[in-house]
Structures are given as C-alpha cells and as structure tokens.
C-alpha cells in the first residue's frame, strides 16, 4: 500500500514578512478554500513583526506555521506502508507477511511503535543457507506459541507462553535403548506414535516431545509428562516436514539488523537523503515521523515519483525573497502588487499584478469576484494590511481603490480606522525590547538590478523619538553583518508617518556615490540621508536605487 501526506496547497508571502504578506496569505487561503472545497494552508517565511502580531491578536487570527524551506520532502512521496510487527513472529510467519505484500523488507517496532530492527528476505533466505546447530532453538528463547503455530500444531500439555531456553532438538529414530544415551535433560524430541519412544523421552526429563503425524496421545503419556514437566505438542507433519519447519519458528529478533539502521524522517528533504541511498545498495529504508515513529518504507522509486509541495505566493515575485526551495515546487499562483522579479517557472501559472498599494486590495477583489462573503475576521485582517501598507494612505503607492476598499473592509470589521491605525503603528514601533537583528529584518527584502544587489529594510513611526533611539544600533549592526551578507549594499529607512519623512540609513562600497545619483545629492556622507516626502519603498526608494546603479 502506498501512502502520503494529504495534498496540501500552501499560500505563502515573502522572507521577513510584513503584515500585508501575513493577513494576505491567511485571507487568499481562506478565499481558495471556500471557492474549492480544498486544503489550502496559509504560511510564513518568517518570523513576523510586532505590528503584525498586535493585527492578528486584535482579530484572533492564528499565527501561520513557520515554512523555512519548500523543497520536496519525504512526506512529500508516496512511501510504502507496512505495518512494523513485534520482534516475536517467527521466520515463517515474517515470510508469510513478505510474500503477501510483495516487500523485501520488514521492520520491528516495540509496543511505542519506535523502530527496533529490520529483517529482510535475504536475511530470511540464510537461515535456510546457514548450518546452525541443534541447539538454535534455545539460543534464541523461542517462544512456544511460535514453534505451536509453525507446526500448525495442537498444545496437548504444557503453556504456550513459555520459551525455549535450554536443550537441543533431536529427532527420534532409535528404539528407547539407544535414545537414553543422546537424549538430555531440557531436550525437544521430534517422534512419532510409538508409546516407548515416548515414555523413555518423558523419563530422560525432555522438555517437549513433538508427536507426529497428529497421533493420539494416551491419557498415561498425558499424566506423565504433566508430572515430569514436559510439554507435548502434536502435530500433522511427519518427522522431516516437523524437522525441516522448527527453526522457521525462531523469533525474528534472533536475525534481524538492530544496529545502525539508515531511517529517514517525513520532514527530510529528498535531495539529502538521495544522496545517502546513492551510496547504499539497500531496497527499503524505514520512514520516521517527526515524532520518531515508524510509519512506513521508502525506496530509489519512491523518490523519483516525489511529489512537489504546491505553492501560492502571494505579495511578492521575486526569487530572492521567497522562501528557500521555490525552485523545486509545483507553482500554482502568484498574487502581487510590486514590480516584476523575474521569478521563473517551469510551467504557466495564474499571476495577478496590479499597480496597487497593497495585495490585500487585488484579494477582496477577488472576494468580490467570486461573489464570497468577506466575515469580520478576514475583514479585518485585510483592511490591517490596507493600512499598513499604504501607511494610513499617507504612501504615494496609495490608490483609490485602496482607501474605498479599506474603508469597506473597517466598516465590515467595525473598526475606526484612524485610532486603530495609530494603536497599530504603535505596537509596532515598541522597538527599545527588541534585538538589532529583529529591527533590521522585521521588514527587509532582497533586490537585484542589473549591476547590484542589495537589501532595504523599513520600519515606521509616528514620532522621531523611537526612531532616532534606533539609529546608531541600525547603523552598527548593518556594519557588523554587511561582509556576511549577500548583498553589495545595505539600507535601511527610517520612516516617520506623522512627518511623511525618512532617513535612509546605507552601508557598503560605492554606496553613496549611488545615493547621490539616484537622489541628486551634491554629497553624501555619515552613513545616512534626510528624504522629505519619502515614505514608499517600492515606490519612491527601489525604483531610484535600481536607476542608479544601471548607470553606474
């Protein structure tokens, strides 16, 4: 039976996500489940930001699971699932199980369902190969039961809970005589029905006499081996079928591989453990869930049917913003309002672009498109991403058809939208607790032009105080990580809403000569620059910097 995790869509937003990239990805989720019918999952890239998390507790939203990576993984893939069994069975009824299902691979689990062990067909085919002595049976502690059911046999006296620890088997073929000089204390003997035979194993303090060809056992023989302590079991095999069969009642944790098993987890990605499986000439592998139980086997063909994850994106096309493994999934949608990132797919997909000031506007479209009624909840976290993106319709990215349908949204959500958008801003700008790597990547992204690439983080205020507090801290860090980074220049925006003002923050090689020319400043120095009227990354800051280099 081949099985997987269920098929998931999952509608993620970019790296360091901002609260329109947050409520867009729950709200466009929500939107494709009620249109489809279907598991539509909202995610993050990141951690999200304190005006983000002030959003979500207004309108007790969950906070998206953490996605750092989209790449294929095993839970992805359509793994083989045998149920693990307990290292008791015996040989033959591991084989029966094998041959049932087709596998060559079975795996042990203890009664927690944690893995124990692995035995394979060829591991069951060298018991057969391998001369074991006599005395096999009790060196593996063969439980009873197992050698009764091998057998297909009946338990005339003794308890099929007991084990085998002690003695050899032996087959009778002697007459009593000649049977009291190889017949041992704890011995099993393999006989037929001759009552002799019988008597003198019983006598010789046998553990077990096996009695073959399913004949009757008298009531003396019965009584005797009671006293004695010898257990009887009779069987329909003759004595070479009997004596053939008995060690395929061995306990398969006897043979089976404990030792240094390869596993693999549901959340390995499968790049990773190709490579381990290219190394190795194993058929099966056991699968881990991530709690560290056995839930199934993967092969080479497993993985090379994989699944890709399938993928939303919304508020962003670019590859350097989206979340690590993009390349791998199966991209259905693209849901956007920023310039075009050259994000590249293997096959065509849905993309909506509009020349809007926050994704959240195209989604209530979209509400209204597919004539989807919008309830309080998604109401608010919409008009929440209205605002913050269009900076309480202060940013020049603002359109009309933002502020209408913010408006509509508050109205739905029963808000006032200039009090809760100060409450807001201000829960956001709370930054004196928060570390300098949480300031400079609470909303930073990655661009690229022709010549450079480079990152621009912003964070906002309705006051100077909290924002020029932050500074020396923004600037030293930016230094601190610039030689790590991936980018050929830093900036980071200061933005004051109250004022419609920021200080761009820079650090890197030729940083202010590109500032100069994008801003036509006479000179720049002291790691940042005053830009009245600027408050709009994308608007009024990336389309600036990316003119400037290309010139450069």
């Known amino acids: 039976m081949e099985t997987q995790s269920k098929d998931k869509v999952y509608v993620i937003g970019h790296k360091n996500p901002d609260t329109d990239s947050i409520c867009s990805s729950i709200c466009y989720a929500y939107l494709k489940r009620q249109i489809t019918g279907d598991d539509y999952v909202p995610m993050r890239a990141g951690e999200i930001n304190a005006e983000t998390k002030y959003v979500l507790n207004a309108f007790s939203a969950a906070v998206p699971e953490y996605m750092e990576n989209v790449s294929t993984q095993v839970k992805d893939v359509e793994y083989r699932h045998i149920d693990g069994v307990d290292g008791e069975i015996s040989i033959k009824n591991a084989w029966e199980i094998l041959s049932e299902s087709g596998a060559t691979t079975l795996p042990s689990v203890n009664e927690n369902g944690n893995l124990v062990g692995l035995i394979t067909v060829r591991d069951i085919a060298m018991t057969y190969m391998e001369v074991y002595d006599n005395r096999v049976i009790a060196s593996a502690h063969t439980p009873y039961k197992n050698i009764i059911n091998t057998l297909s046999a009946d338990l005339i006296v003794g308890d099929e809970k007991d084990y085998v620890h002690t ?177 590249q797919t293997m096959n065509p997909v849905y993309f909506r672009n509009q020349p809007l000031g926050c994704t959240a506007t195209i989604i209530y ?126 900036f980071f925006m200061l933005t004051n809403i109250f004022k419609e003002s920021t200080e761009l923050l820079y650090y890197g090689k030729n940083s202010e000569e590109l500032l100069e020319k994008a801003f036509k400043l006479d000179e720049v120095s002291g790691g940042s620059i005053n830009l009245p009227g600027v408050v709009s990354r994308k608007k009024q800051i990336l389309p600036m910097i990316v003119s400037a280099s290309n010139n450069m």
Do not use: W
């Open 167 to 343: 003695g050899k088997v032996l087959i009778s073929a002697a007459n009593p005589d000649m049977m009291e000089n190889y017949i041992e204390q704890g011995d099993i003997v393999i006989l037929g029905n001759r009552y002799e035979s019988q008597l003198c194993a019983i006598e010789m303090d046998a553990q077990c006499i096996i009695i073959c060809d399913g004949a009757v056992v008298s009531k003396t023989i019965t009584k005797l081996a009671e006293d004695h302590n010898c257990s009887i079991i009779r069987t329909p095999y003759d004595t070479y079928t009997a004596a053939r069969l008995i060690n395929q009642s061995i306990p398969i944790r006897y043979f089976m591989k404990k030792d240094n098993l390869i596993t693999f987890s549901t959340e390995d990605y499968i790049r990773d453990i190709r490579t381990v499986m290219a190394g190795k000439r194993h058929q099966y592998y056991p699968v881990l869930n991530e709690y560290g139980k056995y839930v199934g086997l993967i092969s080479q063909r497993n993985y090379l049917n994989a699944n890709p994850k399938k993928v939303i994106l919304v508020d962003h096309n670019e590859h350097a913003q989206a979340v690590d493994g993009i390349e791998e999934v199966q991209l259905l949608e693209i849901i956007d309002h920023h310039r075009l990132g050259g994000l």
């Open 365 to 490: 479209q979209m509400f209204e498109e597919n004539h989807v009624e919008i309830p309080k909840q998604i109401a608010g976290l919409l008009c929440s991403a209205i605002i913050s993106d269009t900076l309480m319709f202060r940013s020049p990215t603002c359109t009309q058809m933002d502020e209408h349908t913010c408006r509509k949204l508050a109205k739905i959500a029963n808000i006032d939208i200039e009090a809760y958008a100060i409450a807001m801003f201000n829960a956001g700008s709370k930054l004196m607790n928060e570390t300098d790597e949480e300031i400079f990547y609470q909303d930073y992204k990655v661009f690229s032009s022709e010549n450079l690439k480079f990152g621009i983080g912003q964070i906002t205020a309705f006051n100077s105080m909290m924002l020029d507090a932050v500074k020396p801290r923004i600037l030293k860090y930016m230094e601190s990580i610039y030689n790590q980074s991936e980018a050929d220049m830093l």
